[in-house]
Nanobody, 120 residues
């Protein structure tokens, strides 16, 4: 079994910064893509940023220039540095990872989410 645990969410004022972390644990052979998604109230879940196992990144237009995704393969952890936060960034942020277990093929796992609220 594989678990993804997010941390780092909270309340921040507009223009502020937060750093989200997501650590994968369990029966893991390898991790392919890791990413962050978010879901605001009344809206569908959307991609924020994704990073491949070799470090190639892709960002939603709303995140470009403000957010940076990175990963530490040794720690099986992905990060999302969020700067210049706006009220529109308020959402539950979910970690995602495509993981191959010791006895299972690649499978798409999700964390439980961490709340980010941008408000004055």
């Amino acid at each position: 079994q594989v678990q993804l645990v997010e941390s780092g969410g909270g309340l921040v004022q507009p223009g502020g910064s937060l750093r989200l972390s997501c650590a994968a644990s369990g029966s893991i052979l390898s991790i392919n893509n890791m990413g962050w998604y978010r879901q605001a109230p009344g809206k569908e879940r959307e991609l924020v940023a994704v990073i491949t196992s070799t470090g190639t990144t892709n960002y939603a237009d709303s995140a470009k220039g403000r957010f940076t995704i990175s990963r530490d393969n040794a720690k099986k952890t992905v990060y999302l540095q969020m700067n210049s936060l706006k009220p529109d960034d308020t959402a539950v942020y979910y970690c995602n990872a495509v993981v191959r277990g010791w006895s299972t093929p690649y499978y798409n796992y999700w964390g439980r989410g961490t709340q980010v609220t941008v408000s004055s």
